[in-house]
């Protein structure tokens, strides 16, 4: 079975800040590693994703996340946040050779002020 | 846009009563998966439909249940339904190009269910 950490519920930042969402997680199998977004009355959308390769991952709007298999964590970090980004992150798993379902944390809002 | 739809937004019904919730997932995709999303469980997995067979069950409900037509619409049916099953359920849909894992699963917008 998997299961996903997300240390902050709640992560207050100034505009232009550096942030860093904590991701960790538990699994007996090797697992992909995924970062959703989720704006408010949206739906998720898919932020970036670890399938293997370079442990760095990036995605098109500046954040980036890091696959530390020592210490099972995915953090997700931006050097510079913008009010656009004021949304809810959520981080996911998903087993290797099994089902392809997705196994989520519990979340961190993320709130951008001027 | 996702491309993938569900209908209704919004349903508020009574104790006891049954519901069905309707998604169509992007044109040629495969796989649907069904999520409840509550504000003490989170974001939970209840069940994978692929290609019209059921692939994976998460944490489904008895009294729930799902299928996927032969047009890949996806239901998910709920049945004596109680106070907690208010929650928002999201639909989800990969498999376009590989069907495998790690594909990018394309979410809804979701139904907001209210139990009364």
């Known amino acids: 079975a998997q299961s996903v950490t997300q240390l902050d519920s709640q992560v207050p930042v100034f505009e232009e800040a550096p942030v860093e969402l904590r991701c960790n997680y538990s699994s007996s199998v090797s697992v992909y590693l995924f970062w959703y977004v989720q704006y408010p009355n949206q739906g998720l959308q898919l932020l970036l994703k670890y399938l293997s390769g370079s442990t760095l991952v990036e995605s098109i709007n500046g954040f980036e996340a890091e696959f530390n298999k020592s210490q099972t964590s995915f953090h997700l970090r931006k050097p510079s946040v913008h009010i656009s980004d004021t949304a809810e992150y959520f981080c996911a798993v998903s087993p290797q050779g099994g089902s392809e379902k997705l196994v989520f944390g519990k979340g961190t809002k993320l709130t951008v002020n001027p | 846009d996702s491309g993938v739809t569900q209908t209704p937004k919004h349903l508020i019904t009574a104790t006891g009563q049954r519901v069905t919730l309707r998604c169509s997932p992007r044109?040629?995709?495969?796989?649907v998966y069904w999520y409840q999303q509550s504000l003490d469980q989170g974001l939970q997995f209840l069940i994978q439909y692929y290609n019209g067979e059921e692939r994976a069950k998460g944490n489904i409900l008895e009294r729930f249940s799902a299928q996927q037509f032969p047009d890949l619409h996806s239901e998910l049916n709920l049945s004596s339904l109680e106070l907690g099953d208010s929650a928002l359920y999201f639909c989800?849909?990969?498999?376009?190009?590989?069907?495998?894992?790690?594909?990018?699963?394309?979410f809804g917008p979701g139904t907001r269910l209210t139990v009364l």
């Open positions: 044109s040629g995709d495969l796989s």
């Open positions: 989800a849909s990969s498999g376009l190009l590989s069907g495998g894992p790690g594909d990018e699963q394309f």
